[in-house]
């Protein structure tokens, strides 16, 4: 029966990943892979991640079954956490998923539960494991504009023509911040005119959030999804502890729905719980019971709060000396949407002959679309880097 299976397209961040490791050259830089690294290349457990993983080994008892959503506790405080006071918990429905991937995948199965019609309308460009999973769920995606490619900023204009197409039983999927993969995202004057053109045509909103505290600060990168979760009549956010946590490999995600009117909560928890039963039964739980003792301590919490703030700041930082080596070696600011950008990721806007260029002849590896890791840089490689670009004629 399985021979007639076809082979199915790689994955290109990971081949990405294989090619590096196998890369014998010393000086190799790799921008690949969406993991934080230090400036010693190493992806550290967090302080009151390990602090509350210590204190969780001595006071857990059972590894017994939580509840399908997981523990309601973890909904309740990552749902602050994203949500801060701009909608009251009545209206949220909330269950914990494996990850962010898994998050976005309940949140397709809800979609499609709720209207087999239903059309995605996502950037382009967008994660490209948004595309695969709608693929695979066989729901119909629109791309919308969103990148543009001469100002390497947010083709706003474009963006707002291309989603306005969407109607009611249509979902636009938007970035919560430090969008994957170019970097560029909007403020909040574009958030409030998406927002209103959602209320006009009824399409309902769904925003990925997996960076919260990578781009402006925890709480200004949950401005715009607050905003769309305040304003809209229902909307799914899905949310990653992944990166703001470092938990990558303990799977701690979180789907939420949320509605003006508490009365449909009850339905749409019990469809979230539904649907974990269906695809997984419960969610995995390490990860989500560190993120609930990390946020429900205070003390754990303010040293975790200055963790991801010195991760963000770090990130900055190279930006702003990547950026100002490409204005020294360029002679112009061509460069300089680098340091605008936000989050981990930058769409630098070579060519796939460019990118190739950069990996065979300086050892960097960036994703085939010019996406660049900038934690996966540090002081020395910067201007390495920078040579690169300009010697690739980007
Ligand atoms: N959404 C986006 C846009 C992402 O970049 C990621 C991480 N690569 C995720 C969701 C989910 O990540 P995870 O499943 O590891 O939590």
């Given at each position: 029966m399985f021979e007639s299976l076809t082979e199915q397209p790689p994955d290109k961040i990971l081949m990405l990943m294989q090619a590096y490791k196998e890369d014998p050259r010393e000086q190799k830089i790799d921008l690949g892979v969406g993991v934080y690294k230090d400036a010693e290349g190493r992806t550290p457990i967090m302080r009151a991640v390990k602090a509350a993983e210590k204190q969780l080994w001595e006071v857990e008892e059972t590894k017994a079954y939580t509840g399908l959503a997981g523990d309601p506790a973890f909904g309740e405080a990552l749902s602050r956490l994203v949500l801060g006071d701009a909608v009251p918990a009545g209206h949220v429905a909330a269950a914990a998923t494996p990850g962010g991937t898994g998050a976005c995948r309940q949140g397709f199965d809800m979609i499609r539960m709720a209207n087999p019609d239903a059309k995605v309308y996502v950037s382009d460009p967008t994660w490209p494991n948004h595309l695969s999973i709608l693929k695979h769920m066989g729901i119909p995606v629109v791309p919308y504009r969103y990148f543009d490619d001469e100002t390497r900023g947010v083709d706003f204009d474009g963006m707002m023509v291309d989603i306005g197409r969407a109607g009611a039983g249509d979902?636009?999927?938007?970035?919560?911040?430090?969008?994957?993969?170019?970097?560029?995202?909007?403020?909040?004057?574009?958030?409030?005119?998406?927002?209103d053109l959602l209320l006009k045509t009824g399409a309902v909103p769904m925003i990925d959030i997996a960076y919260q505290g990578f781009g402006d600060g925890l709480e200004a990168d949950a401005e715009g999804v607050r905003l769309v979760a305040s304003s809209v009549p229902e909307c799914l956010i899905a949310a990653s502890c992944s990166k703001n946590f470092g938990i990558y490999r303990e799977r701690t995600g979180l789907l939420m729905a949320v509605a003006s009117d508490p009365s449909r909560q009850k339905l749409h928890q019990q469809t979230l719980n539904y649907l974990n039963r269906q695809n997984f039964s419960f969610p995995p739980d390490h990860g989500a019971r560190l993120v609930t003792m990390v946020l429900n301590d205070d003390a754990l919490r303010a040293d975790w709060q200055a963790e991801v703030e010195a991760m963000r700041t770090g990130m900055l930082k190279l930006r702003e000396q990547l950026a100002q080596e490409l204005r020294r070696l360029s002679g112009s600011d061509r460069f300089g949407f680098i340091a605008q950008h936000r989050g981990m990721f930058?769409?630098?806007?070579?060519?796939?002959?460019?990118?190739?260029?950069?990996?065979?002849q300086h050892?960097?590896?960036?994703?085939?679309?010019?996406?660049?890791?900038i934690a996966g840089l540090n002081a020395k490689s910067v201007p390495v880097l920078a040579q690169a670009i300009i010697d690739a004629g980007v």
């Amino acid at each position: 029966m399985f021979e007639s299976l076809t082979e199915q397209p790689p994955d290109k961040i990971l081949m990405l990943m294989q090619a590096y490791k196998e890369d014998p050259r010393e000086q190799k830089i790799d921008l690949g892979v969406g993991v934080y690294k230090d400036a010693e290349g190493r992806t550290p457990i967090m302080r009151a991640v390990k602090a509350a993983e210590k204190q969780l080994w001595e006071v857990e008892e059972t590894k017994a079954y939580t509840g399908l959503a997981g523990d309601p506790a973890f909904g309740e405080a990552l749902s602050r956490l994203v949500l801060g006071d701009a909608v009251p918990a009545g209206h949220v429905a909330a269950a914990a998923t494996p990850g962010g991937t898994g998050a976005c995948r309940q949140g397709f199965d809800m979609i499609r539960m709720a209207n087999p019609d239903a059309k995605v309308y996502v950037s382009d460009p967008t994660w490209p494991n948004h595309l695969s999973i709608l693929k695979h769920m066989g729901i119909p995606v629109v791309p919308y504009r969103y990148f543009d490619d001469e100002t390497r900023g947010v083709d706003f204009d474009g963006m707002m023509v291309d989603i306005g197409r969407a109607g009611a039983g249509d979902v636009v999927l938007l970035h919560g911040c430090c969008h994957n993969p170019t970097g560029a995202n909007l403020n909040l004057t574009q958030w409030q005119a998406v927002v209103d053109l959602l209320l006009k045509t009824g399409a309902v909103p769904m925003i990925d959030i997996a960076y919260q505290g990578f781009g402006d600060g925890l709480e200004a990168d949950a401005e715009g999804v607050r905003l769309v979760a305040s304003s809209v009549p229902e909307c799914l956010i899905a949310a990653s502890c992944s990166k703001n946590f470092g938990i990558y490999r303990e799977r701690t995600g979180l789907l939420m729905a949320v509605a003006s009117d508490p009365s449909r909560q009850k339905l749409h928890q019990q469809t979230l719980n539904y649907l974990n039963r269906q695809n997984f039964s419960f969610p995995p739980d390490h990860g989500a019971r560190l993120v609930t003792m990390v946020l429900n301590d205070d003390a754990l919490r303010a040293d975790w709060q200055a963790e991801v703030e010195a991760m963000r700041t770090g990130m900055l930082k190279l930006r702003e000396q990547l950026a100002q080596e490409l204005r020294r070696l360029s002679g112009s600011d061509r460069f300089g949407f680098i340091a605008q950008h936000r989050g981990m990721f930058s769409r630098l806007g070579a060519t796939p002959e460019q990118v190739e260029t950069m990996r065979e002849q300086h050892g960097i590896y960036m994703v085939g679309d010019s996406r660049l890791n900038i934690a996966g840089l540090n002081a020395k490689s910067v201007p390495v880097l920078a040579q690169a670009i300009i010697d690739a004629g980007v």
